[in-house]
């Protein structure tokens, strides 16, 4: 059945987009009514070429009429039947595709097919950038029109969600650009809103509850896995390093006690550190799932390959939890700063706060005393495990 205006306009938004077919042939395609969750609607031209699926975003109705996307999905069947790839041909593109279109075509062509995290960036565009930029055309699009969103995300102190809402456009830029929709990248070259300095970043309280109720979740699977989430808990609970954290084995585990090897050791000095009440509840939580030696394994060949997690694991998981989590920015290695700030705040002796990070100490006085602050350790970290219990409620 053909479409009609009435018919169109009378089309209601579903928890997922879906298409009407216009029912005629269009030289070997079809032109479709897209109807977005939103509510928005887009014509579509989807045909085959040498096998593949391609489609091409006309517009959006109203402002392009169905007699007008009838027209253009003509000229694209006569095209393909010319032996034209129509989704190469910049011309209407050019003229009339939005930020909203482009957005489209990039997801579907590029960021799902490619990413596993393309997700994330759908919730970035449709969230922060569709909702202000998606009817500017393409060729009237520059910097100024991106600059308030970002400075606004900079000034409500999520500073990294800036960063990465300029890293997503400007990649759908440059791919626009590739693909003949645009001239030039009027984003390339333009300096992150936000240059993360962390040195001394510290977690308050209440940002430390974000983190542990929020943040990371273990059961917000949806955003963090199981064993990200809990990954990024220990190096709060224990103060240790975070490749030290994410490549820990249960071999190392030893009752209450972790003794990292020297090996492993980032100073190489073997290093005993032990396990609160609050650690040994995260190794619980992880046995539930053990699949090797290590305790917190590979997000991506769980239980396949034997690998450890790695270290730029936690730090892209740190980035991506920006988008959505109000805190501001820090790294997993802040997390350490904050368990030893905390201690310190507590009243444990600098020295026994050194031996509990593992700082390198000059002479034989590291042999020698490797065993003599257990006791001291102990103490510290039990005590600081209960405030963790305290904070977070």
């Given at each position: 059945?053909?479409l009609?205006?009435?018919?169109?306009?009378?089309?209601?938004?579903?928890?997922?987009?879906?298409?009407?077919?216009?029912?005629?042939?269009?030289?070997?395609?079809?032109?479709?009514?897209?109807?977005?969750?939103?509510?928005?609607?887009?014509?579509?031209?989807?045909?085959?070429?040498?096998?593949?699926?391609r489609?091409i975003?006309?517009?959006?109705?109203?402002?392009?009429s169905?007699s007008?996307?009838?027209?253009?999905?003509a000229?694209y069947?006569?095209?393909r039947?010319?032996g034209?790839?129509?989704?190469?041909?910049p011309?209407?593109?050019?003229?009339?595709?939005?930020?909203?279109?482009?957005?489209?075509?990039?997801?579907?062509?590029?960021?799902?097919?490619?990413?596993?995290?393309?997700?994330?960036?759908?919730?970035?565009?449709?969230?922060?950038?569709?909702p202000?930029?998606?009817?500017?055309?393409?060729?009237?699009?520059?910097?100024?029109?991106?600059?308030?969103?970002?400075?606004?995300?900079?000034?409500?102190?999520?500073?990294?969600?800036?960063?990465?809402?300029?890293?997503?456009?400007?990649?759908?830029?440059?791919?626009a650009?590739?693909?003949?929709?645009?001239?030039?990248?009027p984003?390339?070259?333009?300096?992150?809103?936000?240059?993360?300095?962390?040195?001394?970043?510290?977690?308050?309280?209440?940002?430390?509850?974000?983190?542990w109720?929020?943040?990371?979740?273990?059961?917000?699977?949806?955003?963090l896995?199981l064993s990200?989430?809990?990954?990024?808990r220990m190096i709060?609970?224990?103060?240790?390093?975070?490749?030290?954290?994410?490549?820990?084995?249960?071999?190392?585990?030893?009752?209450?006690?972790?003794?990292?090897?020297?090996?492993?050791a980032?100073?190489?000095?073997?290093?005993?550190?032990?396990?609160?009440?609050?650690?040994?509840?995260?190794?619980?939580?992880?046995?539930?799932?053990r699949?090797?030696?290590?305790?917190?394994?590979?997000t991506?060949?769980?239980?396949?390959?034997g690998?450890?997690?790695?270290?730029?694991?936690?730090?892209?998981?740190?980035?991506?939890?920006?988008?959505?989590?109000?805190?501001?920015?820090?790294?997993?290695?802040?997390?350490?700063?904050?368990?030893?700030?905390?201690?310190?705040?507590?009243?444990?002796?600098?020295?026994?706060?050194?031996?509990?990070?593992?700082?390198?100490?000059?002479?034989?006085?590291?042999?020698?005393?490797?065993?003599?602050?257990?006791?001291?350790?102990?103490?510290a970290?039990?005590?600081?495990?209960?405030?963790?219990?305290?904070?977070?409620?």
């Amino acid at each position: 059945m053909a479409l009609t205006d009435r018919a169109i306009q009378h089309l209601k938004p579903k928890d997922k987009r879906y298409d009407i077919s216009d029912g005629a042939n269009y030289g070997g395609g079809n032109l479709l009514i897209r109807v977005q969750p939103s509510g928005s609607r887009y014509f579509v031209y989807r045909t085959k070429v040498i096998g593949k699926d391609r489609q091409i975003t006309l517009g959006k109705y109203p402002s392009l009429s169905l007699s007008e996307a009838r027209i253009k999905a003509a000229e694209y069947g006569e095209q393909r039947a010319d032996g034209i790839d129509p989704t190469l041909t910049p011309t209407f593109e050019l003229e009339q595709m939005t930020i909203q279109g482009l957005a489209h075509e990039f997801m579907e062509r590029w960021s799902k097919p490619r990413k596993k995290s393309w997700r994330q960036d759908e919730r970035i565009l449709n969230r922060d950038v569709l909702p202000k930029l998606g009817a500017i055309l393409l060729t009237d699009f520059r910097r100024a029109h991106l600059r308030p969103i970002l400075e606004g995300k900079v000034n409500d102190d999520t500073p990294m969600s800036a960063n990465m809402i300029l890293s997503i456009v400007r990649k759908m830029l440059n791919w626009a650009v590739d693909h003949d929709y645009m001239v030039a990248n009027p984003l390339a070259g333009m300096t992150q809103p936000h240059t993360p300095v962390a040195k001394d970043r510290v977690l308050s309280d209440q940002e430390i509850k974000t983190f542990w109720t929020v943040y990371a979740d273990p059961d917000a699977r949806e955003r963090l896995p199981l064993s990200t989430a809990m990954a990024l808990r220990m190096i709060l609970v224990t103060a240790q390093r975070p490749g030290e954290v994410s490549g820990m084995c249960w071999s190392e585990v030893d009752g209450d006690w972790w003794n990292l090897p020297a090996e492993r050791a980032k100073n190489g000095l073997a290093h005993r550190v032990p396990l609160s009440t609050a650690a040994l509840s995260i190794l619980g939580r992880m046995s539930e799932i053990r699949c090797s030696d290590y305790v917190f394994p590979s997000t991506r060949y769980p239980g396949i390959r034997g690998n450890s997690m790695n270290e730029s694991t936690l730090s892209a998981a740190v980035s991506r939890q920006m988008a959505f989590t109000p805190l501001p920015w820090f790294t997993p290695h802040d997390l350490r700063r904050t368990a030893a700030s905390h201690m310190a705040s507590m009243g444990t002796l600098p020295l026994v706060i050194s031996r509990i990070l593992n700082h390198k100490e000059g002479g034989i006085t590291q042999i020698y005393n490797r065993y003599s602050y257990d006791k001291k350790k102990r103490e510290a970290m039990e005590a600081w495990g209960e405030q963790l219990v305290r904070v977070v409620g």
